[in-house]
């Protein structure tokens, strides 16, 4: 009964329908709606690992990122998310907040919900000690807060890093007045070699397979996601589904400060980033970067500077998501 009253009451929250039409791109598939999710009321999401999930009606899904921000790659993906006038959860890890500020400053300004995802992103962080995993939370949020400018701009959801849950992890989050975030699907875009019509693919039938509907999980630090994200838009919206937005209750502020984008910075990798270079990554860099030329001219400078980190970024690959890892 106390299930069902909590998903009659975000169901009420979320009857609200944001804009109905994309005015530069009549042919997107935009946003339907909006839930507010308060974590008192649910405080675990996704049938991955939990019972309860969102309150979706059918062809509703909700779209989600991890692990960044990284330019370019996360850049690209915002692009095409305004483009197409969706709206996304990105869980933030701390340590790439810090190095890139101005993109954390860009997904909140978007209109994008921003959640967390620790400082370091840890492996097995259910077999840490708690106050392990008390100092990533803590200062995940904390250095997520600080690169956005107003802790009212973090959304109190938090994903934990390889969906490494345990009682011990909950109840500290649960007392922390954090919802815990798994997922209904998966695209497996973390892959090593993935192309991005492969993800766009098990997005699609894992969607079909779950009821038509679901929180999907995709990872905005590699390039064949961004490749992979404009093709997926389009194919949701030819299938008929709709795009929901979560936020969080309480208010918000309308917009944060911008941060200029560094110029030719080179202040080092993040120390969760490991130097592998491929073919592909820098292929799929070049593709990126020849894309936003043509279709963000508005944001010319924005996109030079996400271009400078992105000759940097194409000789490194990140090991956020090692090869074939969890998500």
């Known amino acids: 009964m106390r299930l069902l009253i909590s998903l009659l009451w975000l169901a009420c929250m979320g009857a609200a329908a ?16 909006s839930i507010t999710v308060d974590p008192g009321v649910l405080p675990r999401i996704g049938t991955m690992q939990y019972k309860d999930t969102l309150p979706l009606a059918d062809h509703e899904v909700v ?4 692990d960044g921000p990284l330019p370019p790659f996360t850049t690209h993906v915002l692009a095409t998310l305004r483009e197409n006038c969706a709206k996304a959860t990105f869980f933030l890890v701390g340590a790439m907040a810090r190095a890139y500020p101005w993109v954390v400053r860009r997904i909140y300004n978007d209109g994008h919900t921003i959640g967390t995802h620790s400082e370091n992103h840890p492996f097995a962080l259910n077999r ?26 973090v959304a109190p959801f ?11 992890i909950e109840t500290f989050l649960a007392a922390r007045s954090l919802a815990v975030w798994s997922a209904d699907e998966v695209a497996d875009d973390w892959f090593h070699g993935i192309a991005p019509d492969q993800i766009v693919r098990r997005a699609l039938d894992r969607l079909e397979k779950h009821d038509h509907r679901g929180v999907l999980l995709l990872h905005d630090i590699h390039p064949a996601t961004a490749l992979a994200l404009p093709k997926l838009l389009a194919a949701l919206r030819e299938r008929g589904y709709r795009i929901v937005q979560v936020v969080a209750p309480g208010e918000r502020p309308a917009s944060v400060p911008d941060l200029t984008p560094p110029v030719a910075a080179d202040a080092g990798v993040p120390r969760i980033m490991t130097a592998v270079a491929t073919p592909q990554t820098r292929q799929a ?30 000789k490194t690959s990140h090991a956020v998501s090692a090869a074939e890892r969890t998500p």
């Open 128 to 153: 840490r000690s708690m106050a392990f995993v008390e100092r990533e939370v803590e200062a995940g949020i904390a250095s997520v807060t600080a690169a956005v400018g107003d802790p009212r701009a």
């Open 18 to 33: 944001l804009a109905d039409a994309c005015p530069h791109h009549p042919d997107a598939i935009g946003t339907g709606r």
């Open 158 to 168: 938090f994903r934990v890093p390889g969906l490494a849950r345990s009682d011990p």
């Open 63 to 66: 779209i989600t990122f991890d």
């Open 285 to 314: 860099t070049r593709m990126l970067r020849r894309g936003a030329h043509a279709r963000f001219t508005q944001d010319r400078r924005t996109e030079d500077a996400a271009d400078a980190e992105g000759r940097r970024t194409a």
